[in-house]
């Protein structure tokens, strides 16, 4: 019920007493580090609420790699924008879940810094973390950031997130399919 309520909020946040709700303050972009097992549709129509409302759902593929066929849900939903985790040489990290998606999918979408990364942690201080929890929020931000340079992408999931692939260094792969020439691929 956490999960349920948290999705509706973000559709139409409310104030401190939980009332109000307001669909104009939802935000144009959700990061999420978390997800279950491959193809499981429990968060579906939260996310596809989210998207009918003109929110970008940023998702973790998942730590279950290196087998294919591991992506998690929610990112490997068709209307998610999952992201794998690289290391430092801006190779796959061994724990980065990889695609195909049950739903049909290329997954991941993108993947991002996720080896040894840098993040606060409580007590004023900072510890390095490994994950593509630490992968999802670094395109997260490159979403927000377009967003705000070319408002025009505002509400427009398939452009913002076109444009990410687009310009994407490309790792060839086909150890766990794509296209034929490994561009797109289900490991990066």
């Known amino acids: ?3 349920l309520s948290s999705g509706q909020f ?8 939980g009332n109000n709700p307001d669909p104009t303050k939802r935000p144009d972009i959700v990061n999420n ?24 759902p940023v998702f973790s593929a998942g730590n279950s790699g290196p087998g294919c ?7 490997d939903f068709l209307e998610s924008f999952s992201v794998g985790a690289t290391d430092s040489d801006d190779e796959i990290a061994g724990f980065s879940s990889r ?8 997954n991941p979408d ?11 942690v409580p007590g004023d201080g900072y510890a390095a973390f490994d994950g593509t929890s630490m992968a999802a929020p670094h395109t997260a931000g ?17 452009a913002a997130t ?8 490309d790792r060839l792969d086909d150890q766990c399919g794509g296209d034929a020439d490994g561009d797109p691929n289900n490991v990066y």
């Open 69 to 75: 066929d591991s992506g998690g849900s929610p990112g």
């Open 33 to 56: 580090s978390w997800g279950g097992g491959p193809g499981d549709e429990f968060y579906l129509e939260v996310v596809q609420a989210w998207r009918a409302a003109g929110i970008i």
């Open 142 to 158: 490159t979403l927000a950031l377009m967003l705000s340079a070319e408002l025009a992408l505002v509400g427009d999931f398939d």
């Open 99 to 106: 695609g195909p998606s049950v739903f049909g999918k290329v």
């Open 10 to 17: 973000i559709l139409a946040p409310t104030d401190l007493d």
């Open 162 to 169: 076109t444009a990410v692939r687009a310009t994407a260094v």
């Open 1 to 3: 019920s956490a999960l």
């Open 110 to 120: 993108v993947s991002a810094p996720g080896v040894n990364v840098s993040s606060s």
